[in-house]
T-cell receptor, first 110, second 117 residues
């Protein structure tokens, strides 16, 4: 089934550094969404970018979308220990339901 | 607002037993979903519902049944539990937008951790 693939699978950085995660997908989409999951908790929606948008910002988050390359990136600037979590991209191909990637595990060390 | 509430939070079953997982949302969302999350597999959609009284199969529906008798509740049933159904189960809900359809942000519960021995 249609699914985004995040890269890298795991990322370890120091507080204050920027974290970049990438997502690639296979077919045309209506939008792409990013979610965060803290350990032992449910997923929390971070940002949605539509197929006609190229870049979107929300606080310390910056998301880009390149539909020609079928890829998206999530940048977290000035990372904090509280940003430690798994991050998932999710795509909606046509009028269908969300499909999730396997996630990137981000560890931010103090 | 509580958002999406899942009960129970933990459960251990023996093979062959049955059980029902309950999901309740207080956001008046039209869409509700059941996912399972396994290590290295990401989230996989089991069943979903686009409104009261309607359900549809997702990617991995076998061994599960669902019901949506009330708009705010979505039940997931395991008729005869198998060890392969050991997983963390998440319920989610989303608003349906007439212009955008089903691709609205989903709101998740904190999961039910189910072990089947």
């Amino acid at each position: 089934s249609q699914q985004g693939e995040e890269d890298p699978q795991a990322l370890s950085i120091q507080e204050g550094e920027n974290a970049t995660m990438n997502c690639s997908y296979k077919t045309s989409i209506n939008n792409l969404q990013w979610y965060r999951q803290n350990s032992g908790r449910g997923l929390v929606h971070l940002i949605l970018i539509r197929s006609n948008e190229r870049e979107k910002h929300s606080g310390r988050l910056r998301v880009t979308l390149d539909t020609s390359k079928k890829s998206s990136s999530l940048l977290i600037t000035a990372s904090r220990a509280a940003d430690t979590a798994s991050y998932f991209c999710a795509t909606v191909p046509g009028y269908s339901t969300l499909t999730f990637g396997k996630g990137t595990m981000l560890l931010v060390s103090p | 607002n509580a958002g999406v509430t899942q009960t129970p939070k933990f459960r251990v079953l023996k093979t062959g037993q049955s059980m029902t997982l309950l999901c309740a949302q207080d956001m008046n969302h039209e869409y509700m979903y059941w996912y399972r999350q396994d290590p290295g597999m990401g989230l996989r959609l089991i069943h979903y519902s686009v409104g009261e009284g309607t359900t549809a199969k997702g990617e991995v529906p076998d061994g599960y049944n669902v019901s949506r008798l009330k708009k705010q509740n979505f039940l997931l049933g395991l008729e005869s539990a198998a060890p392969s159904q050991t997983s963390v189960y998440f319920c989610a809900s989303s608003h349906w937008d007439r212009g955008q359809g089903s691709d609205q942000p989903q709101h998740f519960g904190d999961g039910t951790r189910l072990s089947i021995l």
